[in-house]
Nanobody
Framework: QVQLVESGGGLVQAGASLRVSCAAS????????VAWFRQAPGKERELVAA????????YYLDSVKGRFTISRDNAKNTVYLAMNSLKPEDTAVYYC?????????????????WGQGTQVTVSS
């Protein structure tokens, strides 16, 4: 497993931008597929975006396509989620997750490493 720490969440107004980061420990971070999930109060945790260890972007939730961009810098052991044109419905705790396979699991159970989460709140 790898240790993950998210940062960069906060309170913003609708239409604003925010970038959250996921910093990983360990020298083999480049061998992990990494995903961002989010969980709003009373809702299930959902997959937002995922990026393979090669850097190929594999998945975006339909509601964030064109607004969110996932990227990774393996030299810095960090994955980013840039969020533009934020909407109140994007409000959630955002979690970084990772696993060593090349595929992208769509459910949380497919990942064996998780961060503690960072809160993103978008006001209307």
């Amino acid at each position: 497993q790898v240790q993950l720490v998210e940062s960069g969440g906060g309170l913003v107004q609708a239409g604003a931008s925010l970038r959250v980061s996921c910093a990983a420990s360990g020298r083999t971070f480049s061998s992990y597929t990494v995903a961002w999930f989010r969980q709003a109060p009373g809702k299930e945790r959902e997959l937002v975006a995922a990026i393979r260890r090669s850097g190929a972007i594999t998945y975006y939730l339909d509601s964030v396509k064109g607004r969110f961009t996932i990227s990774r810098d393996n030299a810095k052991n960090t994955v980013y989620l840039a969020m533009n044109s934020l909407k109140p419905e994007d409000t959630a705790v955002y979690y970084c997750a990772a696993h060593t396979g090349t595929w992208v699991p769509s459910t949380p159970s497919g990942y064996d490493s998780w961060g503690q989460g960072t809160q993103v709140t978008v006001s209307s």
